[in-house]
Nanobody
Framework: QVQLVESGGGLVQAGDSLRLSCEASGRTFRTLSMAWFRQGLGKERELVAAIRWDGGSTYYADAVKGRSTISRGNGENKMYLQMDNLRPDDTAIYSC?????????????????WGRGTQVTVST
């Protein structure tokens, strides 16, 4: 089993930055490939960014590309999402997810473990 706990969300203004963190426990972190998903009110959950177990490959959704950076510290058992130039349509619950595979995955069913999420609200 893997436990995932997100932090770093909050209420910010458009144009501000946030850094989300996801701390993992229960399994060797470096064996997990991970991702950030988000779900806005009344919307489906969508992939934001994903990172391979070694950090050597990343993926970004078009909606955040150029404004966000996903990273991980395997020695810290943590994954991060730096989001810059936030917009109101970034408002959502952001959740981290992990899979016990070495490759990236872009689909929800491929992830085995999920955190509860952290709320990000961007005001105009």
């Amino acid at each position: 089993q893997v436990q995932l706990v997100e932090s770093g969300g909050g209420l910010v203004q458009a144009g501000d930055s946030l850094r989300l963190s996801c701390e993992a426990s229960g399994r060797t972190f470096r064996t997990l490939s991970m991702a950030w998903f988000r779900q806005g009110l009344g919307k489906e959950r969508e992939l934001v960014a994903a990172i391979r177990w070694d950090g050597g490959s990343t993926y970004y959704a078009d909606a955040v590309k150029g404004r966000s950076t996903i990273s991980r510290g395997n020695g810290e058992n943590k994954m991060y999402l730096q989001m810059d130039n936030l917009r109101p349509d970034d408002t959502a619950i952001y959740s981290c997810a992990a899979r016990a595979r070495s490759t990236l995955a872009l689909n929800i069913p491929r992830y085995d473990y999920w955190g509860r999420g952290t709320q990000v609200t961007v005001s105009t």
